[in-house]
């Protein structure tokens, strides 16, 4: 069975192409997180210097 060799381009070419639709992809993940954060009721658990809600992992800090 012979396979066909992509080239250095073409392989550039198609990483290039999948990092613009994993960036979309984050984007669009990022927006989904902010919307369940912005909705959760949060239950935080406080340390020193932070708070974090166990539920949607919203962290805040207690410093100003």
């Given at each position: 069975?012979?396979?066909?060799?992509?080239?250095?381009?073409?392989?550039?070419?198609?990483?290039k192409v999948e990092m613009k639709e994993l960036?979309?992809?984050?984007?669009?993940?990022?927006?989904?997180?902010n919307m369940l954060r912005e909705n959760c009721?949060?239950?935080?658990?406080?340390?020193?210097?932070?708070?974090?809600?166990?539920?949607?992992?919203?962290?805040?800090?207690?410093?100003?």
């Open positions: 069975m012979i396979r066909e060799r992509k080239s250095p381009v073409d392989r550039v070419t198609q990483i960036e979309a992809q984050l984007e669009q993940l990022k927006k989904e997180l009721t949060h239950e935080f658990e406080k340390k020193e210097y932070i708070q974090k809600c166990m539920k949607c992992h919203l962290i805040e800090s207690l410093q100003w």
